[in-house]
């Protein structure tokens, strides 16, 4: 699945929870940092590995991750299941 593909369901996905223009923004800009962050990773890792890595990196560059694992979860943990 490509980026824009992505960020299309995900739109579809928080519009049709009604959460807010800022939130759809944050979750946007959240799985597109994700999708580019795993592209550099190794095909043969598991959804779960690629997860760990990029939260890891997130947090040594000093942000905050878990209110981001938290986002995920708020929509039913739908973004990681696109990337999956």
């Given amino acids: 699945?490509?980026?824009p593909q992505a960020m299309?369901?995900?739109r579809d996905a928080i519009r049709?929870?009604?959460f807010s223009y800022a939130a759809e923004k944050g979750y946007c800009h959240w799985l597109q940092s994700y999708m580019e962050a795993v592209r550099m990773?190794?095909?043969e890792w598991s959804s779960?590995?690629?997860v760990k890595r990029f939260?890891?990196?997130e947090a040594k560059r000093g942000v905050a991750a878990k209110a981001l694992l938290a986002d995920v979860e708020?929509?039913?943990g739908y973004?990681?299941?696109l990337i999956a």
């Fill in 1 to 3: 699945m490509t980026i």
């Fill in 8 to 10: 299309v369901e995900v």
């Fill in 16 to 18: 049709l929870r009604h």
């Fill in 41 to 43: 990773l190794p095909l």
């Fill in 48 to 50: 779960e590995e690629k």
């Fill in 55 to 57: 939260l890891t990196d």
């Fill in 74 to 76: 708020d929509v039913g």
């Fill in 79 to 81: 973004a990681t299941r």
